[in-house]
């Protein structure tokens, strides 16, 4: 079974028992790289010991062009940790962008990101990323809320945080009339991080108002 970890959407917890933390993690996507008109992307990771025992807590980044990086450190009970613009000063790359595994031997812990431009003259700007606990990810995901209407820019990022290969489906609807826009495979490899950028342009998908997406990644054959 695929899980998916889709970029800038949490899935849903089941209602029931609050849950605080978990022992493995994922960030989807971590960043330090120019972008598009000068802007310059950094991310800063949060991780915090919601309990009163000491944990050994492993970071395992996968670049998107390969490998693996491994950073450990020991985080206190009831206490947390701050990692700022992580691809570069902590694991000393300079145009990166991959996904984030945060791994804890003892309790569960809670993971935050903050992905930002520090390139423009008036401040930083950009959206936070809530890690996702691997054992409540599904292999379904649903944007919804998202347009392809003149001058917008539709971009999704897709990761595989698992250790297989999985084949996903992306299909586009309008959102109102439910008609399907576009259907599409992706292979992903493992903790493989894909973006897929200007999805309009890419899939020459008409102008909408409404749009909605699908992600299935169906069973492992």
Known sequence: MALLAIVTVGLAVPAGAVQIGSDQVVVPVVAHLPGNNGTQWRTD???????GNTSSVTLNYYPTAGGVLTHTVQVEGYHGLFFHDIVLETFGLESSKGMLIVSADNTGVEVRARVYNAGNACGEFGQAIPGLPLDRLSRQGYLSGVTTAAGTRLSIGIANPTDES?????????????ERLADHTIDLAPHELVQLDRVANLWDLPQRDAVSVNINSGDNE
């Not at 949060?46 to 309990?51: A, G």
């Not at 999985?166 to 439910?178: E, G, P």
């Open 45 to 51: 990771v949060w991780i915090q010991n919601p309990y």
């Open 166 to 178: 999985y084949s996903v489906t992306v299909r586009v609807y309008d959102a109102i009339l439910n």
